[in-house]
């Protein structure tokens, strides 16, 4: 590929995996969806397991040893959040087996079998729909399964399948008790030449579950206490090199000269090689190949329009077209006439919220490894999309899908920084490079805080309409901000009609306003923004919950009861705030400068409230969260425990943002660079966690997101509470606080 093209195609690469999809099937809810299971030779990765004798796959996501051991495939990336053991589950429940003779596997990148149909059939982890993606598709590949162990039982004891039913791990013919082992039907099975086909009708009901609902140990634990765990950092093979990247202090711009004449003197250097947005170092160690990345002289282009984006400019000018209500962009959401009848309400309030760009700070660094091979490609990353890597590399570097191989290794945090595959290109182009070598590319920490994918920055208005009871009759939110999907999808941004649905999402509010509209302003500066754990629901939610506490102060009403009356359509809703009002006991008052604050969340397709118990120094304005209560209802719970943790994770990662992570630019450069200069929460401020989990029978929502949009707006409702004063921007403003 000549340069020329490459630059041209650099914005990002993932863009190819939307061409000849619809908006309408990459956003596909699952409705109607129908479920494609693969026969014959299981998908293995590492192709260890296809070639031993007498095992048998009965479809593509399973295969069962002749001692009974079987193995269950896992599609999605495991990143902390437990999804190699909950997914695997859904098929042990409806294949009955004994889970303590289950081993998993990471799925291979095979979309065909594997692909998730909440990001359209392809195979990515994020966005909170790893569960709500596979939890019917699972299930059933588990109920084939079930039914061809069972046909080929029936068969070799020559009685109908209608006669045989199943026990943990073993076929058994009810009118003679005999009984057959997975593992010895295994040894002698055969695919039938029509499989059986199975229906959500056929599925478990909930009051059956063995497996599902229950506390199953994680299985990615204990190798990772025992520092067994391989993530893709560990990656290390015969002949391997090492890579670092120098890259361009403002995004959009390239080197134009090079004196790289000290870095080739570094003992271990290999090569040194320009790149369309920096120069990589390619060395035996990665000691010499970053002691090289130092070492090299670079000129860099001008005239970027990043090069005129900086924090303080940017938020100004993104507040003053907030407040221009003639400006209404794109409406995201429309329910009847907010605009009009904000004009005959008896009461109008409103309020203006900021939000800083933020760094994901994964603890693992950007990694990858790459080796090539003429038109073929092999690729070990700790990535959250294979989908995202093939679509990179086939559009920016031309190759052919079928000649790519992605091995998909732990990841050492996500947090949606992975779905990104810049870290990915980093390693091929080195790896062209040296052909024929591995080469992997480590990220330092500050190439990793500085060259991040941060979260938008925002300016929000909000306006609410009362009549004159206190009764909430019209909801404007307008939104301005960078657009994701304009960067990472864009025949989806198009076809939309230019409405972002990661920078809006959340402002989809359940509560019962009869008027609402949310209005969308793109901004463009020339900086690329990204997905971070929650994305809309981050800061939208922070604005729409803590102006609700002003909504109910003005109507003269508890913030809590006010919520409950706008939600009397939603049970669910009103259960979970009545669970943590009454877990955090919300009616005493508290002493010693302490102070409650609540919040409530619907996003993912679950329900969240939370109670923050908070206190501020007013001398220096620090403020320490002491305590969080939070009730969630996620429908049906596959392991409540994990759950639990899953909402605690989100809620420090939430108060860790609101308290003090702030990336910002000046003059187009990111001016932190470590966790010295971009502080996140420390252990000696973390708060008690108390969480309640509450099952129902409802369809599973997303988990690993939910707990982190309600925390930020409880927190600052509990510190009006202590000191009168509204807080409108994240992170807090500690020199507001303080007397």
């Known amino acids: 590929m000549d340069q020329t093209t490459m630059n041209r195609n650099w914005t990002f690469g993932e863009e190819l995996v939307c061409q000849g999809m619809s908006r309408r099937s990459f956003m596909l809810s699952g409705a109607g969806v129908a479920f494609g299971l693969a026969f014959g030779a299981p998908f293995v990765s590492g192709g260890e397991a296809q070639a031993q004798s007498g095992n048998f796959a009965p479809n593509g996501w399973m295969w069962v ?58 195979m990515t982890t994020g966005a909170s729909r790893t569960t709500r993606g596979y939890y019917d598709i699972m299930r059933l590949a588990g109920a084939q399964a079930r039914q061809i162990m069972m046909l080929a039982a029936a068969q070799k004891w020559g009685v109908p399948v209608s006669e045989v039913g199943t026990q943990p791990h073993t076929v058994v013919h009810t009118a003679t008790g005999r009984r057959m082992d997975y593992g010895e039907i295994a040894s002698s099975a055969r695919l039938p030449a029509d499989p059986p086909q199975v229906t959500k009708a056929q599925l478990k009901p909930v009051g059956q579950f063995r497996l599902i609902g229950k506390d199953t140990p994680r299985i990615d634990v204990p190798d990772k206490v025992a520092g067994k765990a391989r993530y893709g950092i560990d990656v290390h093979m015969p002949g391997m090199l090492y890579g670092a990247v120098l890259r361009t202090p403002v995004q959009g711009e390239k080197p134009v000269r090079i004196d790289d004449a000290a870095a080739l003197k570094v003992p271990g250097v290999v090569k040194v090689v320009s790149m369309p947005y920096g120069v990589g170092v ?48 794109v409406d995201f959401i429309k329910v009847n006439d907010a605009r009009g009848a904000m004009g005959k309400a008896a009461k109008v309030l409103s309020a203006e919220y900021t939000s800083e760009h933020v760094a994901h700070g994964c603890m ?56 990104e595959s810049d870290f990915i290109s980093d390693a091929t182009i080195l790896a062209k ?43 404007r939110h307008r939104i301005v901000a960078e657009s994701i999907y304009a960067r990472i999808a864009p025949p989806l941004f198009e076809k939309s009609g230019g409405r972002d649905q990661p920078v809006c999402e959340g402002s989809d509010i359940v509560y019962g306003v009869p008027n609402h509209v949310v209005e969308y302003l793109r901004e463009q500066r020339g900086v690329e923004v990204s997905v971070w754990r929650s994305v809309g ?159 129902t029978d409802n369809p599973p929502g997303g988990v690993g997101e939910v707990g982190l949009p309600a925390v930020s707006p409880a927190v600052a409702n509990a510190i009006y509470k202590l000191t009168g004063k509204r807080l409108r921007m994240l992170p807090f403003d500690a020199e507001t606080l303080k007397t």
């Open 65 to 122: 040893a002749p001692n009974g051991t079987v193995t269950v495939y896992s599609p999605s990336s495991e990143m902390g959040q437990g999804v190699m053991t909950a997914m695997p589950l859904l098929i042990a429940e409806e294949m009955d087996l004994d889970w303590s003779r289950v081993r998993v596997e990471q799925a291979p990148a095979n979309p065909k079998v594997f692909g998730n149909p909440l990001f359209g059939g392809g």
């Open 282 to 329: 390619i060395a035996e160690n990665y000691a010499a190949a970053r002691k090289a990345k130092a070492l090299l002289k670079v000129e860099w282009s001008t005239g970027a329009k990043a090069r005129g984006y900086s924090s303080d400019a940017m938020m100004a000018a993104f507040m003053t077209r907030a407040r221009d209500l003639k400006d209404t962009g």
């Open 364 to 419: 693992e660094p950007m990694n990858a490894t790459a080796r090539t091979s003429g038109d073929k490609i092999e690729i070990w990353a700790p990535s959250q999309s294979p989908f995202f890597i093939t679509g990179a590399l086939t559009r920016v570097f031309g190759y052919k899908p079928e000649n790519i191989s992605i091995h998909i290794t732990l990841l050492g945090g996500g947090f949606g920084r992975r779905v």
């Open 433 to 475: 490079a040296v052909e024929g070598k591995p080469v992997k590319v480590i990220w330092s920490r500050e190439d990793d805080i500085q060259n991040d994918k941060y979260r938008p920055l925002t300016a929000q208005h909000l306006s609410a309409g009362l009549d004159a009871q206190g009764h909430l009759i019209a909801f």
């Open 537 to 695: 629901p981050g800061y939208n939610h922070y604005a729409i919950e803590t102006f609700m506490d002003e909504i109910a102060a003005a109507a003269g009403k508890d913030p809590v009861v006010y919520r409950l009356a706008l939600l009397s359509g939603e049970p669910r809703a009103q259960n979970v705030i009545r669970e943590v009002a009454s877990m955090a006991d919300w009616s005493r008052p508290r002493e010693n400068g302490r102070a409650l604050g609540f919040a409530y969340s619907f996003c993912f397709g679950s329900h969240c409230a939370e109670v923050a118990e908070v206190s501020v120094d007013r001398k220096t304005g620090r403020v320490r969260v002491h305590e969080v209560w939070a009730a969630v209802d996620c429908g049906v719970a596959l392991q409540p425990r994990n759950i639990a943790a899953q909402i605690e994770s989100g809620i420090m990662f939430g108060i860790s943002h609101a308290l003090a992570e702030r990336i910002t630019f000046k003059d187009g450069q990111v001016q932190q660079s470590n966790f010295h200069d971009y502080p996140v929460l420390r252990m000696n401020e973390a708060p008690k966690v108390s969480v309640k989990v509450i099952p």
